[in-house]
């Protein structure tokens, strides 16, 4: 590769890198963000509140859902010993989506461990009740 060429590649890279990622525009507008005690926060530096930012607009976490995992305790008979438990999370609103629940609103079971490809002693698909 020519001296040029190798400077005009890593000059492009060095300006399209700068570019801030595409983000995905919400549908009622742009949001003001709050902090913890519902101010909009101007200085960029305030933690921000989903539950005061969103929760004005959204159903931040209401209802109940119960979601079933099931886990294997190793015995000191070294047998795997199978146990399902009931976990409970929001149902709808704001505060259930993947992210924010870390796999604790979704049922877990064999099925989905050799799906996911993930050991025995997993209790979820995220990091909820992760190893």
Known sequence: MSKRLLIAVLAAIMLFAGLPVAMAMHPGGDVVLKDSAGTPITDGVTPYSPKQTCGTCHNYGSGEK????????????????WQSYDVKSFEHGVSVG????????????????????????????????KF
């Open 66 to 81: 119960h979601s079933i995992h099931t886990q294997a305790v190793l015995e000191s008979d070294g047998k795997l010993h």
């Open 98 to 129: 993947r992210h924010s629940n870390q796999g604790r609103n979704e049922d877990y079971s064999n099925k989905f461990r050799s799906k996911y490809g993930l050991p025995w002693f997993t209790s979820s698909p995220g990091m909820f009740g």
